[in-house]
């Protein structure tokens, strides 16, 4: 399984950004998908997961601003992110989960956020 993200940049504080992750296999066969970040000299952290029934999950410092979401046909789930902060500057990585076991994760998307 390969997963690739992409929609990282450079952006201003209280701009948008959507996150991608195209996967090389069906979506629908992961039992979940999600969005972690790591800033510099930090842990990587749970942004956001979705269920393959569509149960989503979300940080208390992403609530009511990102949007995780999964289009099947595409093989392709997404991270909108709304009102950003330089809080949120991160690289982004794309993680899936297959059978409670298998676990795949992409390269990572750098998103830098300026005051």
């Known amino acids: 399984v390969q997963l690739v993200e992409s929609g990282g940049g450079l952006v201003q504080a209280g701009s948008s950004l959507r996150l991608s992750c195209a996967a090389s296999?069906?979506?629908?066969?992961?039992?979940?998908m999600g969005w972690f970040r790591q800033a510099p000299g930090k842990q990587r952290d749970l942004v956001a997961t979705?269920?393959?029934?569509?149960?989503?999950n979300y940080v208390d410092s992403v609530k009511g601003r990102f949007t995780i979401s999964v289009d099947d046909p595409k093989n392709t789930m997404y991270l909108q992110m709304n009102n950003l902060t330089p809080d949120d500057t991160a690289v982004y990585y794309c993680?899936?989960?297959?059978?409670?076991?298998?676990?795949?994760w992409g390269q990572g998307t750098q998103v830098t956020v300026s005051s």
């Open positions: 979705i269920t393959r029934e569509g149960a989503t």
């Open positions: 993680n899936a989960v297959r059978g409670g076991d298998d676990y795949y």
């Open positions: 296999e069906n979506t629908y066969e992961f039992t979940s």
